[in-house]
């Protein structure tokens, strides 16, 4: 089980760039059609894009889970949350910085609440956003 | 809406989006970098403890984020949360709505606060979450 040794604990920063063609897939699977996302020359980004550009670059998928030994079987999203500082369009370069920011446990041991903050710069080291996720941990019952 | 200040119990965001399907997790998985085995792998899901395989809490959010920008252009966004209170299922039918419930000054600008839902055919509420805007 996750413990408060975690809490601080940072992981590889990821680098993303906002590519269009993938960005257009993303627009298309959630069947979005506002004419704002679709110039290329400097649409911004959905607003929950950035929890996916995270995932997409990341060398390590789920780094935060494996280095902490949390079976992915065993997670759900409990809460979600971002903070947008300045504008992120088509083009940009982003680098993700997650870091464990709480742990705590709820239901008696049965669940972990685990905050992962995760500040957002862009190409030009513009702070543009904050991301933050709590993701909820089932421990499997004491034997 | 830089035209017209919104009341406090205005509900400016309102969207509903077709049944949650198979194939549509399917292109979710791929277009958003979420490849958890657990929303497109029934055996997975089922290893799991789930009887089926269900939707990514941000496949959801993400709804609720098209509809928040459909009401406001997404760079008068200054924050946008959300609590995953129930687990989507397969051929959920979503409605997303935001009401305003406060009016601040912030950060130097007019905002608004706006609380967020997503709610499925019966009326469970999936998200509930909160945007803060620039008017």
Do not use: W
Request: proline share 6%; aromatic share 6%.
């Amino acid at each position: 089980m996750v413990d408060q040794s975690a809490v601080g604990r940072a992981f590889t920063p990821v680098t993303a760039r906002v590519e269009p063609g993938r960005l257009r897939f993303f627009l298309d699977t959630l069947g979005e059609t506002n004419p704002v996302y679709r110039d290329e020359a400097a649409a911004p980004v959905p607003p929950t894009y950035l929890f996916c550009l995270e995932m997409m670059d990341a060398t390590v998928p789920f780094e935060f889970l494996t280095a902490l030994g949390i079976d992915l079987a065993r997670v759900l999203h409990g809460e979600q949350r971002f903070d947008y500082h300045a504008p992120v369009v088509i083009g940009d370069t982003l680098t993700f910085h997650p870091r464990v920011a709480s742990v705590t446990d709820k239901k008696g041991g049965a669940m972990t609440l685990i905050v992962v903050d995760t500040p957002v710069t862009n190409q030009n080291g513009i702070h543009v956003a904050d991301v933050s996720r709590t993701i909820v941990v089932r421990n499997a019952r004491p034997s | 809406m830089s035209s017209s200040v919104p009341s406090v119990g205005d509900v400016i965001v309102h969207k509903e989006f077709p049944p949650i399907t198979r194939h549509r997790l399917a292109l979710y998985c791929g277009a958003s970098g979420d490849h958890n085995p657990i929303h497109v792998d029934i055996d997975f899901a089922k290893a799991a403890g789930f009887p089926d395989v269900f939707a990514h809490g941000m496949l959801v959010m993400g709804y609720l984020g098209q509809a928040l920008t459909d009401a406001v252009a997404p760079s008068r966004i200054r924050s946008f949360s959300t609590r995953f209170a129930a687990i989507t299922q397969l051929g959920a039918k979503l409605t997303c709505e935001g009401t305003v419930t406060e009016l601040i000054e912030q950060g130097g600008e007019q905002r608004a606060k706006l609380a967020l839902t997503t709610k499925d055919q019966n009326g469970e509420i999936k998200l509930a979450g909160e945007a803060i805007i620039a008017l």
